[in-house]
């Protein structure tokens, strides 16, 4: 409870100052997450890990900047060329998967690119950010306690045994309960708050389902050993990785279509 504090107040504070404080805990959450990406890859060698890392980094942080610099063009280029350039790079040094180096760039670097869009671009950033947040928050806690106190038929036995059905619909349940009120509070659309917030449930439950094929594929139980109690900063927030991209591409199309 006490690291899920900290993490949250990190991250809130960070969103209402944006700024520069914004961009470093931005950059550090790459260093981070680039780390714990290539420490899924058990067939690499040492060499070949520090490389991969090394790249994935310099793209999403390059990618970052550019966002924030207001070059959109350069910043979606770079996550354009990233991953096939890592690809092929990693089959010419050999060490490292074609589709591990490429893939670390998508999964590093799409929802970092999504969350400072969110926060810098759209109009009323802020508010989208914190309620998108509150959302993700909202589905793991549920999801939890629903698993916990109801228990059930497991929902992917093979790949995460302690996640149930029941926990699936907790979460998406809470996360429509959260998002709505969220939206009612802020004088938003209630109905399509709790519509987007079903669907990033959902795909954050994906993500999270995710994680835990890779770290079983390698018999690992956590990413990392950042944080107590939780494991790596992907253990944390391997929901949000997936569902961030999902939130910013919902909220484009949203206002593009003059819903504002």
């Not at 999964?107 to 309620?131: E, F, K």
Request: positive net charge.
């Amino acid at each position: 409870i006490a690291s899920s504090l900290v993490l949250a107040a990190v991250a809130i504070v960070s969103v209402l100052v944006g700024g520069w404080l914004f961009t470093v805990v931005i950059l550090v959450a790459i260093v981070i997450m680039a780390g714990e990406w290539v420490r899924l890859i058990p067939e690499a060698t040492p060499r070949a890990r520090r490389l991969c890392w090394l790249a994935i980094v310099a793209v999403c942080a390059s990618a970052v900047l550019a966002m924030e610099l207001g070059r959109a063009d350069l910043a979606l280029g770079a996550l354009l060329l990233g991953p096939p350039l890592a690809a092929a790079a990693a089959a010419l040094l050999r060490g490292v998967p074609p589709d591990r180096a490429a893939g670390g760039i998508a999964y590093v670097g799409v929802p970092t690119l999504a969350i400072v869009w969110l926060r810098n671009d759209l109009a009323g950033g802020i508010d989208h950010v914190l309620w998108f947040m509150a959302v993700i928050w909202s589905t793991d806690i549920c999801a939890y306690f629903a698993g916990r106190t109801i228990g059930g038929r497991r929902l992917a036995p093979t790949i995460s045994p302690g996640k149930t059905w029941a926990g699936l619909i907790g979460g998406v349940c809470g996360a429509a309960l959260v998002g709505g009120a969220a939206a009612a509070w802020g004088g938003g659309g209630v109905v399509l708050a709790m519509g987007l917030a079903i669907v990033l449930a959902l795909v954050a439950q994906g993500g999270d389902l995710f994680e835990s094929f890779l770290k079983r594929r390698i018999g690992l139980k956590d990413s990392g050993h950042l944080i107590p109690g939780h494991g790596g900063l992907l253990d944390r927030i391997d929901g949000l990785v997936f569902a961030a991209p999902v939130c910013a591409l919902a909220l484009w199309l949203h206002a593009l279509v003059g819903g504002g």
